[in-house]
């Protein structure tokens, strides 16, 4: 079983709509949880941080974080076509620096 | 600030030939890492240095494949022989280690062993 659990997708919406992405984890270790956007042949570029549980509004973009029930999740209101891309959730315990990426959803808003 | 800087941007190398990847980090950021990215296995942890120092390379695939990092501002990762097996996209990325949560990548290499 992989630590970070992430549906690929890929996940097609118009555009106006709200997005839900979601990722579980089986290590209760882990502390910090981010959200990455990747576009096509780029690097992984950082969207949100939380540490530990509770929410995070930056814009149009929420993430959530229940540790209780080990589940992430990517709120992204009013979608966009440049939100078009693949979105990676990560995390990583504090004690051991090795950040832990879910497998990626590939997201297409269409216009 | 101009960023993670990785060379070469795509690498089409032959079968059994040794192939360097380079990486130069912000400057200032303590930690140091690379991954390897491929459509089965996502985005996979190979090693990661503070301090110019290897921590775990326990994600290191096999003894082809080794990285050093002389100084706080260059890191190479190299295969030796390479195989086809090896063709991926090869990330670099850092961060602080005080208030520095998040990690910056570069834009990788993508390597293509024939």
């Known amino acids: 079983q992989k630590e970070v659990e992430q549906d690929p997708g890929p996940l097609s919406v118009p555009e106006g709509a709200i997005v839900s992405l979601n990722c579980t984890y089986s290590n209760s270790a882990f502390q910090y949880f981010m959200w990455y956007r990747q576009y096509s042949r780029k690097g992984p570029e950082l969207l949100m941080y939380?540490?530990?549980?509770g929410n995070k509004e930056d814009g149009r973009f929420t993430a959530q974080v229940d540790k209780s029930s080990k589940y992430i999740s990517l709120f992204i209101r009013d979608s966009q076509p440049s939100d078009s891309a693949t979105y990676l959730c990560a995390m990583y315990s504090g004690r051991a620096q090795k950040l832990v990426f879910g497998q990626g959803t590939r997201l297409t808003i269409n216009p | 600030d101009a960023g993670v800087i990785q060379s070469p941007r795509h690498e089409v190398t032959e079968m059994g030939q040794e192939v360097t990847l380079r990486c130069k980090p912000i400057?200032?950021?303590?930690?140091l890492f690379w991954y390897r990215q491929t459509m089965m296995r996502g985005l996979e942890l190979l090693i990661y240095f503070n301090n110019n120092v290897p921590i775990d390379d326990s994600g290191m695939p096999e003894d082809r494949f080794s990285a050093k990092m002389p100084n706080a501002s260059f890191s190479t990762l190299k295969i030796q022989p390479s195989e086809p097996r090896d063709s991926a996209v090869y990330f670099c990325?850092?961060?602080?280690?005080?208030?520095?949560?998040?990690?910056?990548f570069g834009s990788g290499t993508r390597l293509t062993v024939v």
């Open positions: 939380t540490y530990s549980s």
């Open positions: 400057s200032g950021h303590d930690y």
């Open positions: 990325a850092s961060r602080r280690a005080r208030g520095g949560y998040g990690y910056t």
